[in-house]
């Protein structure tokens, strides 16, 4: 497939925009769930296949997915809400996993209720 031809059979302002961004890098975090519907919603008018497969299968929706899914299990994660990030802005324990990185150790990535050994909660800041 003629990537750079697919690209340019593609005439919607607002879907060049968004795979700018996406190529760029140049996406908050809280945009990518709108731009992942916007993409949908692109593809429900049925440009060409050639064009379809920019974004599915391995393409610009599943990117999007991936990384929109990071983001929400780092939200949700047990170290986010750990006082060794808070103190730190990196956990002792696993230095290589900053908030910076988003990084959520191998061994708890996966698991909605995971446990941390070295868990320690946040404590609340007296104001």
């Not at 731009?35 to 049925?46: R, V, Y």
């Not at 802005?89 to 209720?113: D, M, N, S, V």
């Amino acid at each position: 497939m003629d990537v750079a031809a697919a690209k340019n059979k593609i005439k919607d302002k607002r879907i060049q925009e968004i795979m700018w961004k996406i190529d760029h890098r140049d996406v908050l975090d809280d945009e990518w769930e709108g731009l992942i519907q916007e993409m949908q919603a692109f593809l429900k008018t049925n440009p060409p296949i050639d064009v379809q497969r920019l974004f599915f299968p391995l393409g610009y929706i599943e990117m999007a997915t991936m990384i929109s899914d990071g983001i929400t299990r780092w939200k949700n994660s047990i170290c986010i809400r750990c006082g060794k990030m808070q103190e730190h802005e990196r956990c002792e324990i696993y230095p290589g996993y900053t908030k910076e990185t988003r990084g959520i150790p191998a061994e708890i990535w996966a698991h909605a209720e995971a446990q941390c050994p070295y868990f320690e909660p946040k404590q609340e800041e007296n104001n």
